[in-house]
């Protein structure tokens, strides 16, 4: 029965067919020696579709509901998952899915790699055959997960996730709650129910567990657990998992339903200190798996940082200075990741001092030459929600910010020079400052958007000329740049924004009221 030739005689002479049959007999023994001569065969991709074919997953259901026949129903349903059918057909099968998952919550101890040959599998393990079937219907369909998940399959996975096995916390994380999380609302809410955001969390720093999130312990050594666990353990598979466990976090902070799960200050001072992993000290794989903890950990606090009022929870658990930190990392998604998280804090006002503080606007202005388009988009937003506070924008002054702000009115994003132009135009509302726009060629990079881009634009571009033009410097230089021939067509065409006409009339009213030998010999 091993050889191929074999099974494929018996295929021919309608032997699986026959067997197939002989696993709805009454005889306990007839079943045993039937499935287990179908399971060799399977190993063929003939008779493995033969035996799909002849719908053998209905009777399957019978031998897992016997005691004394649910290893060698799980062994087979182990082999019959080799196909690449398999997945759909389980999904249509959904009693049979749903006996699965008892099997699952019973794998605590599913030992070794997954990627094994069934048939080296122990039949007296029905749990970890019913694992292995399952981890290959899914790579098969990716409707089996949701469809698992209907017949109660979340509790057994987030069961796995505290089962203290590294190797049923790999399985939990790495097909399930990673893959659905990020992608199925339905899912995270129902993982949340479970208890499976808590159980997730422990997994990102073992050594705290029992911590909770009140006080007791020694802050510093608790906070650098992240660090520890993923950077100095020896255990790779350990490694692996807390990796996994923060990717999961960070799969979940996508969904606002999961914010309250994830505001622990426990875990917001974990994640803080993953944002801070000390890449400096180490070399090769350690290296790249430090900087894999920090990208996740960004995405972790860019996510929950569209909540105003979890942003003053990331801040009073340490993640700020360590995030402005990444805004200097040579990672440009790091860097952009970072801009996002500091313009949602700044949307504010004591968040945004706070931001301040930290050095936040001066790390910011480093990063206005990137040349990437995404970089320059969240910095220049960043920037743009922190300029309400006057103290920002002399910050910006001060730092050189002028010139690179200037340069970003013709970047190719229409993001960008949106909000270049939300930061030139803040910038023109003060006396103090239309010296500064002049001097970095403000006002010529602004006469070039007025007639290129969208009405949007154009009427930020002249409520900016218009405060330009109430400083006589200013006057002086938009009557040099040609600002009425580039302004009056405007006049004539028209707009749908009376905004817009008024801006052009306050400029147009600032500009003629020059000096009359000015304007003569303007004419």
């Known amino acids: 029965h091993d050889a191929a030739q074999d099974a494929e005689k018996l295929l021919q002479g309608g032997g699986v067919l026959a067997l197939v049959g002989l696993l709805d007999d009454k ?77 699952v919550s019973a794998a605590t101890h599913v030992g070794g790699a997954l990627g094994g040959a069934a048939s080296a599998f122990d039949e007296s393990d029905p749990s970890r055959l ?15 997960w949701p469809a698992f998940m209907k017949c109660g399959g979340v509790a057994p996975l987030v069961g796995l996730l505290s089962s203290g096995n590294v190797q049923a916390q790999h399985m939990a994380l790495d097909w399930a709650l990673q893959r659905t999380a990020a992608a199925d609302d ?78 622990s200050p426990a875990l917001l001072r974990r994640v803080a200190r993953a944002l801070d992993a000390p890449d400096a000290q180490l070399g090769g794989q350690r290296l790249a798996m430090a900087r894999t903890v920090r990208a996740l950990a960004a995405e972790f606090v860019s996510n929950l940082s569209n909540s105003v009022e979890l942003c003053a929870s990331l801040i009073e658990n340490g993640v700020l200075p360590p995030l402005v930190e990444l805004i200097f990392s040579q990672d440009q998604h790091l860097q952009t990741l970072s801009a996002t998280a500091l313009a949602h804090f700044a949307l504010d006002a004591a968040n945004a001092m706070a931001v301040q503080r930290a050095g936040g606007v001066v790390a910011l202005i480093t990063l206005l030459s990137s040349a990437l ?14 300029s309400r506070e006057q ?11 002028m010139r690179p702000i200037v340069r970003l ?14 930061l030139v135009g803040m910038l023109s509302a003060s006396d103090d400052f239309c010296g500064v726009i002049e ?28 405060n330009l033009a109430r400083w006589s410097r200013g006057r002086r230089t938009l009557l040099a740049a040609d600002a009425l021939d580039a302004v009056l067509p405007l ?8 905004a817009a006409h008024d801006d052009e009339a306050a400029m147009n009213e600032h500009v003629a009221g020059e000096d009359t030998a000015a304007a003569a010999s303007r004419e």
């Open 373 to 386: 388009e995404t970089v320059q988009e969240s910095v220049t937003g960043a920037l743009v929600c922190l």
């Open 27 to 103: 005889s306990s023994e007839t079943v045993d020696a039937a499935a287990q001569t179908l399971g060799h065969v399977a190993r063929h991709v003939g008779c493995r579709q033969a035996i799909l074919g002849a719908g053998a997953l209905p009777l399957l259901e019978r031998l897992l509901a016997r005691a004394t026949l649910v290893g060698r129903g799980a062994w087979l349903i182990a082999m019959l998952s080799y196909d690449a059918s398999f997945g759909a057909l389980l999904v249509a099968q959904p009693s049979l899915l749903a006996l699965l998952v008892p099997l």
């Open 391 to 401: 103290a920002c924008l002399q910050q910006i002054l001060d730092n050189d910010g």
């Open 409 to 422: 009115l013709s970047a190719r994003s229409a993001s960008t020079r949106i909000q270049a132009l939300k």
């Open 130 to 144: 019913a694992v292995f079937a399952l981890v290959n219907a899914c790579a098969s369909s990716d409707a089996v």
């Open 186 to 263: 339905d899912f995270a809410r129902d993982v949340a129910a479970q208890g499976g955001v808590g159980a997730v969390a422990q997994l990102i720093a073992p050594s705290s567990s029992n911590s909770g999130g009140g006080g007791g312990g020694d802050d510093k050594d608790e906070s650098a657990a992240v660090v520890a666990a993923v950077v100095s353990s020896e255990d790779a598979a350990r490694e692996a998992v807390v990796c996994k466990a923060l990717a999961v976090i960070a799969a979940f902070s996508a969904h606002e339903l999961a914010w309250p799960q994830l505001a």
């Open 439 to 466: 001097r970095a060629g403000g006002a010529a990079a602004l006469l070039d958007l007025v007639t290129g881009d969208a009405a949007e634009v154009r009427i930020q571009v002249l409520s900016t000329l218009a």
């Open 491 to 498: 006049l004539a065409v028209g707009t749908p924004h009376d």
